[in-house]
C-alpha cells in the first residue's frame, strides 16, 4: 500500500508492502514496527538505526512523534484519501449519495433519517482493514435515506445513504 506522509509541510512518498520493510520515496529501508500499549496508541518504530516512539491521536492519520524534547506532528494518507482530497466536487443542492469509498463493514451509524447534518459531520464509522474510518459528510443537508445499518458489509462504490 502507497501513502502520503506529510511533515512539517512537506510530502513523502511511503510504500508499505510486506513486514518489515518500507520504502521511501524509493529508498528501501527495514523497519520494525511494534504497539508498546495499543489501548494508549503508543508505538515504537526501529528504522534506520535508530529508535523513536508514535503517539498515534486523533483525527486518525495524524501521529505526533516524540523525539528528544520536541514533538513533530505527521499526518498520513493513502493515495486514495489523498486523491479524494484534491479533486472533490460535491453538487451544491439536489440528491448527494453518500457510497463506500472502500469494501468493509459497517461499526456504526451516527445519523437518522430526517436528520439535519452539517458539512464535516461524522455520518457513520466503516471498518476496513481492521481500522474505523469516519465517512463524513461533504456538505450540508439532511439524511433522507440510510441504505445500510451496523453489522452490514458494503463493497466499494456501494450506496451507504442519501442526503438532500
Known sequence: MRYVTTVNGR?????????GEII???????????????EARLY????AQGSFEALVEAPPGRISRAHARFALNVHVA???EQHLSRAKFVPPSGDLSINAPMPGLIQE???AVGQEVEEGATLLI????????????PRAGKVSYLHVAPGDSVEQGQTMMVIS
Open 11 to 19: 510530502e513523502y512518498t511511503v510504500e508499505i508492502n510486506r513486514e
Open 78 to 80: 493513502d493515495e486514495r
Open 44 to 47: 515504537s518504530l526501529l528504522i
Open 126 to 137: 466503516l471498518e476496513s482493514m481492521k481500522m474505523g474510518n469516519e465517512i463524513k459528510a
Open 109 to 111: 451509524i451516527r445519523v
Open 24 to 38: 521511501i520515496d524509493g529508498a528501501r529501508r527495514a523497519v520494525d514496527f511494534r504497539a508498546l500499549d495499543a
